[in-house]
Every structure is written in structure tokens, then in C-alpha cells.
């Protein structure tokens, strides 16, 4: 921190799940002291404890951040590729929806308790201190004490602090303590929608059953099941699926019901899960939410980051991806910033907008995976989108390529987006097949409607 920084005193960050790993890592390498207290048990002795599925969704944001911490090779190594959406049509053939160009243009499929262990590793080796087993358990901010207490032994702690930072999800603790002193407006806002979990066990050749390097998907409107590719030649399927109504969860009481319904509904799906009962009776239902806060930050002595400030449902495979930006955003604010307060309300004002952004455009995604996957008016403004993207490079940019596979800030992204997803339905309207599109047509609306993407 500039003028004066003093890297003498201590960082104090809640929650060593994979923002808060990955900033201690970030803010040891500046050379501050930096202590991680972590509600869990040690994950390399006691095994993981996660909380949502075992394999996330890593992208060009988050692969930038694991270059910055020097852990990009090691998590690579562990990562499965996926090009696309492969389609599970009610009726009809299997087939891909790629992403981007070609596989230089992909996403991955990372295991969650690997990579946490791994930022933890690397925290530590930065010289972060991290103390597991220690829950936070209040916070006096006008005396700037802070308590923990370990959940098996029952032992409370208090301990002095200068900063505090959130990195403790969407239920975090320091967020229930800020409440009284901030303004928050907190709301959680419901889709409506659960997920359930079961799991796709490798072949009896020791290989995939199905298709690696791809994300599966069973779009039935409304609702859906996905599947994504593990290291051990797993995938983890989800079922995503309103909590009421008909189809929902409050219509699969038992597990003839969810049989039933998968043999009506996922066919495929259900053959390729031989443990489905114990999957279905062992795995809860999980609870699908945004979080929208209006303030992130108490003046100079606490700020969240990731889940804790902008939980996300998962349908843009984002949310990981988000809090790895959000850590380098903080951390680079407390670098060049004169004080505490300053750095965290630049980071909240920096970053605010772009979360709000990629929460729209993942309950966006959702709409669009359920139903328009398989839609023909949807798959023709796909390929003149890729037509197009050609054509005009840097100016015609995918709104998928511009989340995923660059680093424009989320708002530019949903701002272009929103113009170029009108200019596809304008320029395909009354088609039936990519040959009736007028591209001359097409390509003056690109140039009238879009300026160049900077970078």
C-alpha cells in the first residue's frame, strides 16, 4: 500500500475456500502478513469437504488468475477439456455446439477439492498463515477484535485485527457481521429451481462411458440434467429442476417417482448411472440463489469478495471464475492505494457493476440451455453468429467468447451481447436455413450497430 505501506501488520482473511486461498497467495507475494482462518477442517488430512459438485468450469478469467499464482500448470495437468455442448435431444441425435473457433477456444472441467488443496499449498508456500477448524464468531469492529471458535473442541479465541476480508461464501459470517454497521440491502433471490447430484461411474474398461471433452447436456425446457467430465473418468450429472409445479422436485416424492421420471425423461441418462437409487436417496437437494448486496465494504476495516459479496447460480459456469478476478482486482487495489478505505471502495466500484452482469447473463444462460439448445431458430442464429464472428474479427465478437475466452470487463459483455443477440434475430428473421440470410445485409448491420471491442 502506498506511500507507507506497512507490511508489517497483519491481513486477515475469512474463509479459505478457493478466493480466499488464492488472495492470501496474491497478498503474501506483496509482501504482507497474511492469516486465513477457515471454518473447515484441513482438507489435505481430514479429505475434502466441499460444498456444491467436485468439478467446476474454468475459463480464461480464472486461468489468469492461476498464471498470476504460478499454479496454472499444476491445475492443468488435472483439467479435462471441454469444447462444447454436447446436445441429449429428447428425440433425435446427439450433437456438439462448440464454443468457440476450435479447441483453442475451450473451457475446463477442474475437480473443486483439488484445486482448493492446491491454492492452499501455494498460500502457505507465499508464506500465508492459515488456521483451520476456526469459525468466525463475531466481530467487534469499534474495538477491532474478532472471535473464533472451533466447532469440535468448542474453544473461543479472540484475536486483535487491522482488516478484515470475506472470502467465506454465500453464507458468510463476516457478511452477518458487517449488516448492522453497512447498509447492505441484502437479497437472496430464489430461482425457483434446485439441483440434485448423481454420478457417471467410468466404464468397465477403466474409460469414459461417454464423450470427455465435451459438457453434456439434457435440455427438456423447463428443466434440465448436465454432466461434467472428471480426471478419474467420472462425470458428475446434475439435475436442475423446479422446486414445484409439474415436472419438479415436489412431484418426485420417492424414488419410484424419480425413476420413473428419469426413464421418461433422461433415458440415456438414467442407463449410464448404475448407483442411480443411492445416488438419488443419498445426495439433498440443493438450493439455487443470487446474492445482491448494495455495499461491499465498511470504510477501511472490512470488504467481501466472491460468493460472500455476488453468490450466482452456476449456469454460466462463472462464479469461480468471478471471485478469481475479484482477488486480483483487490489485490491490486491494495497495492497502489493510500489507505484501506480507498482500496476497497475502488475494488467495490470496479467490480460491482461487472458482478450484476455476469449474475444476469448466468440466469440468462440457464433459459438458454433448458430451451433454446435445441431450438432451430436458435441453432440458425448460432451459425450466422459464427459466420459473422469471421467475417468481422474484433468487431463481431460472441457474447460466450467475450465471457470466456478474453477478459473484457462482464458489463461490456452484456452490453454488446444485448446488441448483437437483436441484430442475429434482425438479420434471420423469416430464414429457414443459413442460405436465406442476406449477408451483405448482415454485415452492414454489424457495421452500423458496433464499434471495434477494445481489449
Sequence with gaps: MTPEKDTTRTIIIIGAGLAGALLATLLARQGWQVEV????????????EGGRSINLALAERGLNALRVAGLSDTIMAQ??????????????????????????????????????IALIDAAEAAGAKIRFDARLDGVDFDNKRFAMVDDHTRQREEHDFEVLIGADGAGSGLRQAMKPLVAMNERFESLGHGYKELEIPPASDGGFRIEPNALHIWPRGGYMCIALPNT?????????????????FAT????????????RDFT????????????????????????????????????????????????HGQGMNCAFEDCLALARQIESSPDWASAFAKFEAKRKPNAEAIQAMALENYVEMR?????????????????LAERHPGLFVPRYAMVSFLRVPYVTALERGKI????????????????????????????????????
Design 420 to 455: 448483437q443477440r437483436q441484430l442475429l434475430i434482425d438479420a434471420t428473421r423469416a430464414c429457414g436455413a443459413i442460405g436465406d440470410v442476406d449477408l451483405t445485409k448482415a454485415d452492414a448491420l454489424v457495421r452500423e450497430r458496433l464499434t471495434p471491442l477494445v481489449l
Design 37 to 48: 482462518f477457515e471454518k473447515r477442517p484441513d482438507p489435505r488430512r481430514k479429505g475434502y
Design 268 to 315: 440415456d441418462a438414467l442407463s449410464l448411472v448404475p448407483d442411480f437409487d443411492a445416488d438419488w436417496i443419498g445426495h439433498p437437494i440443493s438450493a439455487l440463489s443470487t446474492l445482491y448486496l448494495d455495499r461491499w465494504h465498511l470504510d477501511g476495516r472490512a470488504v467481501l469478495i466472491g460468493d460472500a459479496a455476488h453468490a450466482m447460480v452456476p449456469f
Design 232 to 248: 478419474e473418468k467420472t462425470f458428475t450429472v446434475t439435475l436442475f429442476l423446479p422446486n414445484e409445479g409439474d415436472p419438479s
Design 252 to 263: 418426485l416424492p420417492d424414488l419410484a417417482a424419480a425413476r420413473d421420471f428419469f426413464s
Design 371 to 387: 430451451d433454446r439448445v435445441d431450438d432451430p431458430d436458435f441453432l440458425l442464429q448460432r451459425q450466422l453468429e459464427r459466420m
Design 79 to 116: 483439467a479435462v477439456m471441454m469444447r462444447g455442448r454436447m446436445v441429449h435431444p429428447l428425440q433425435g441425435e446427439l450433437h456438439l455446439q462448440r464454443y468457440g473457433r476450435d479447441d483453442s477456444e475451450v473451457i475446463w472441467s477442474v475437480h473443486r477439492g483439488r484445486l482448493n
